[in-house]
T-cell receptor, first 111, second 112 residues
Framework: GEDVEQSLFLSVREGDSSVINCTYT??????LYWYKQEPGAGLQLLTY?????DMKQDQRLTVLLNKKDKHLSLRIADTQTGDSAIYFC???????????FGAGTRLFVKA | EADIYQTPRYLVIGTGKKITLECSQT?????MYWYQQDPGMELHLIHY???????EKGDLSSESTVSRIRTEHFPLTLESARPSHTSQYLC???????????FGQGTRLTVV
């Protein structure tokens, strides 16, 4: 079946890099996503990567995909206190009707 | 900014009551979804819709029902609320791009 797993908590110091990891089980996944949820708000798409890509960089965000190990990571460079939030990993197949989410990783950024 | 809205934001209701959680989007998206999120747990898909008059059950069994009479609205109904229904319910929609899903702010439901 489809499953997405990620660790629940990560704590970093302001200015350090954060790396949030995710594993998924469905090898036919086409799109892999990172969503951010701030307190009291809905989920907001941060970035996504197609399964035929290994890496995607967008300003402070770097997504790495290891399709063989079904492992996805999100690196946030120069982490700021405003990056404190819950980060959800998600995957969907082509057509994208169903998106399967992990439990979310709560990122704490210490000043 | 995403134009998808959920009401109410918070609801505390007694056991046995019938409730409807509203979700509306103004983006003309065909695909809409309801997810249930317990604290520290995955978002579980409970219902989705491909378009008007189309509804499907998701991966997590739910006692709720949905309807899709209009593109903009995807309400979720619980005929008889129970404490086990206490959770956060997130509505989302997706357009033709099939990439980004836009989420509402969620409804936090507490059944006492």
């Amino acid at each position: 079946g489809e499953d997405v797993e990620q660790s629940l908590f990560l704590s970093v110091r302001e200015g350090d890099s954060s790396v949030i990891n995710c594993t998924y089980t469905d090898s036919s996944s086409t799109y892999l996503y990172w969503y951010k949820q701030e307190p009291g708000a809905g989920l907001q798409l941060l970035t996504y990567i197609f399964s035929n890509m290994d890496m995607k960089q967008d300003q402070r965000l770097t997504v790495l995909l290891n399709k063989k190990d079904k492992h996805l990571s999100l690196r946030i460079a120069d982490t700021q206190t405003g990056d404190s939030a819950i980060y959800f990993c998600a995957e969907s197949k082509g057509g994208g009707f169903k998106t399967i989410f992990g439990a979310g990783t709560r990122l704490f950024v210490k000043a | 900014e995403a134009d998808i809205y959920q009401t109410p934001r918070y609801l505390v209701i007694g056991t046995g009551k019938k409730i409807t959680l509203e979700c509306s989007q103004t983006m003309g998206h065909d695909k809409m979804y309801w997810y249930q999120q317990d604290p520290g747990m995955e978002l579980h898909l409970i219902h989705y819709s491909y378009g008007v008059n189309s509804t499907e059950k998701g991966d997590l069994s739910s006692e709720s029902t949905v309807s899709r009479i209009r593109t903009e609205h995807f309400p979720l109904t619980l005929e008889s609320a129970r404490p086990s229904h206490t959770s956060q319910y997130l509505c989302a929609s997706k357009g033709a791009s099939n990439t980004e899903a836009f989420f509402g702010q969620g409804t936090r439901l507490t059944v006492v």
